[in-house]
Every structure is written in structure tokens, then in C-alpha cells.
């Protein structure tokens, strides 16, 4: 009787642990998906946080500065970078829409977000250096890991920028 029992013990442990293999990739799947937006979402209210904190700045794309300098005071080139990664579901899911076509938002948000942070960083340096404003502000973009085999990808972004005074 009791052999039986043992028997009929293994055969359901059997059973779980084929559930178990068969469902693994499936749960590994939601919790990429669900940790990865946490995440994001995450990084998005910082961002919001950080930039409303430089919000008394002047920043500027024009190449001349803006508003009345502060003539004592020096300027000085200031830059933020920042590399992020895609996560890896992200980029395999993108895979069918480079298949069927459309708008490929995990990836704009990818770029929003790297720019946001470098240009965060950049106005770091800004205040560090004493200054409160920038003109001639440029970003670039460079793609890091693109076309490697079993890669997410990441994108490089840098901000750089002249900081002044003004009065």
C-alpha cells in the first residue's frame, strides 16, 4: 500500500515538474516584461524629479548666449553622457515590427529617456561649475552593440553645451 502511494507521489511530481519546464520560458517572459516597466517607469519620475530641479537654468540651442552676462564671470564647456540598454525582450519583440512595419515605441522611449538623463547630467555640471545657463546646446546619438548577434542593443547619447553666467 505504501508503495503504491510512493509510486503515485512520483508520477504527480513527474507531472509538476514537466508544468514547471514547459512554463519557465513563459514566466521568465513576464517577469522580464513587468520588472523591465517597473523600471522604466521608475527612471521616468526621476527624470521628472531632476529636471524640475534645474528649471531655474536657461538652456539654449542658439550659439550666442541669451540674456545679460555676467561679464566677471567665465564660461566653460560642460557635457552629460549616458549609454542605455534595451532590454532583451524588448528588442525581440521589436524584431516583428521590423517584420509587419509601425511605430517602434519601446525604442522611442529608449531614446527619450537616454536623452533626458544625459541632458540631466549636463546640467549637473552646470551647477557645479557655479554657472546658470547654457547656449549652444547639441545632442548626439550613436547607436553601441547594433547589429550584434544575440545582442539588446544600446544607444549612446551625448549633451554638451556652453554654460555661462548670467546676472
Same mark, same amino acid.
Given at each position: ?7 503515485? *507521489? =512520483?508520477?504527480?511530481? =513527474? ?11 513563459? $514566466?521568465?517572459? $513576464?517577469? %522580464? ?30 550659439? !550666442? ?14 557635457? /552629460? ?13 521589436? /524584431? ?27 546640467? !549637473?555640471?552646470?551647477? =557645479?561649475? /557655479?554657472?546658470?545657463?547654457?547656449? *549652444? ?15 539588446? %542593443? ?6 554638451? =553645451? ?6
Amino acid at each position: 500500500m505504501l508503495l503504491a502511494s510512493a509510486a503515485g *507521489n =512520483a508520477g504527480a511530481v =513527474a507531472v509538476v515538474v514537466t508544468l514547471l519546464v514547459q512554463m519557465l520560458p513563459i $514566466l521568465l517572459v $513576464l517577469v %522580464g516584461l513587468f520588472s523591465g516597466r517597473y523600471f522604466e517607469r521608475k527612471h521616468l519620475r526621476y527624470l521628472d524629479q531632476a529636471e524640475s530641479e534645474f528649471a531655474d537654468i536657461v538652456v539654449s540651442n542658439l550659439k !550666442t548666449p541669451v540674456g545679460e552676462l555676467d561679464l566677471a564671470a567665465s564660461s566653460s564647456i560642460v557635457d /552629460g553622457q549616458v549609454v542605455i540598454a534595451n532590454d532583451a525582450l524588448k528588442s525581440f519583440l521589436s /524584431g516583428f515590427r521590423k517584420i509587419f512595419g509601425g511605430e517602434m515605441r519601446s525604442y522611442e522611449v529608449l531614446m527619450e529617456r537616454a536623452r533626458r538623463e544625459a541632458t540631466v547630467r549636463m546640467l !549637473t555640471a552646470v551647477r =557645479a561649475g /557655479g554657472f546658470n545657463a547654457v547656449c *549652444n546646446m547639441r545632442v548626439d546619438f550613436s547607436s553601441v552593440m547594433a547589429g550584434q548577434k544575440n545582442s539588446a %542593443g544600446a544607444i549612446e547619447v551625448l549633451v554638451t =553645451a556652453t554654460a555661462y553666467k548670467l546676472r
